[in-house]
């Protein structure tokens, strides 16, 4: 007979292999990810850079990596402060007040459309989730001459309700509610009932406050969203005072004259909000997209 020395041993080295191979595989996944996050970062970093020098330098280099602090300054960011043929201010605020506004109507609504649909039976549910999902296969460009129309008939163009209005519900908010309220118990809500809690009390003081990743997600998926829309307030703004900044800062760029240097400078500082919401939201942002994207 073996002694028990003998088949251990071979045991704890297949152990002490398999940790060693996970450790590899964890230092290559780590590796790999740095890297992408350089190159995903590389742009912005050209961009950044290209903020602080002379427009004359980006015609003759072009965007690129070279670092030099003889010819970079702040000059490019005072026109948009303290020259008058630029509303950057304007368009800033307008930025920001659009996507607060869209933001947490959206959340708001996508929340409590997603919640019904997935804890309350009744005639059509499936229907109307089938009509979310063709929504969200449709793109946005065949439905804006249809919204247009709509803004126009209700009177609300070249106005923020204009901007906000058609796209205060998300159908992807709608789809990633629904599966993230799927996978709470109703014991929750049978349990509030019992108390006397009322439908919407339910859904506010019992199941929102459960849905919290959810929301810390979607916050940051349609803030961008909001925040770098582009093709619709364009559609529907005419004042210049009333761009939001993606439109503010391409109306800079004109046959007649460009302003390379207050774009990439009013680009750099736009990040700043998104960069801000994410942080404030990243533990909600992953481990919403972890348990949402699983129902059960």
Known sequence: ????????TPVVKIKKKRKGSNRLVSVLLF????????????????????????????????????LDF??????????LFNDDSILYIDWYKNSVLI?????????LL?????????????????????????????PVEILILPLYKLTVSMHI????????LPFAISPSAVFFFRQYAEGIPKDFMDAARIDGCSEYGIF???????????????????????WNNFLWPLIEMREGSKFTLPVGLMSLLT??????????????????????????????????????????
């Open 31 to 66: 590796l790999f990810f740095v890297i992408l996050a350089i190159i995903t970062l590389i742009p912005f970093y050209a961009m950044l850079l290209a903020s602080f020098k002379p427009a004359t330098e980006l015609f003759r280099y072009g965007l690129n990596l070279r």
């Open 255 to 296: 046959p007649y004259g460009n302003n390379y240097a207050a774009v990439l400078s009013g680009s750099v500082l736009s990040v700043l909000p998104i960069i801000i919401i994410f942080l404030a939201n990243q533990e909600s942002f992953i481990s919403g997209l972890t348990v949402g994207g699983v129902k059960g």
């Open 110 to 138: 996508s929340a409590m459309v997603g919640y019904g649909l997935a804890k309350y039976k009744f005639k059509g549910r499936n229907l109307i989730f089938i009509l979310v999902l063709f929504i969200m296969m449709v």
């Open 1 to 8: 007979m073996d002694s028990p020395l003998e088949t251990k």
């Open 99 to 107: 996507t607060l506004i869209s933001t947490v109507l959206s959340l």
């Open 204 to 226: 506010f003081r019992v199941m929102a406050p459960l849905m919290k990743p959810a929301f810390g997600a979607m916050i940051i998926l349609i803030s961008v969203g909001s």
């Open 70 to 79: 003889n010819i970079m300054n702040f000059k490019n960011y005072l026109p």
């Open 157 to 164: 163009i070249n106005t923020y309700a204009g901007i906000i």
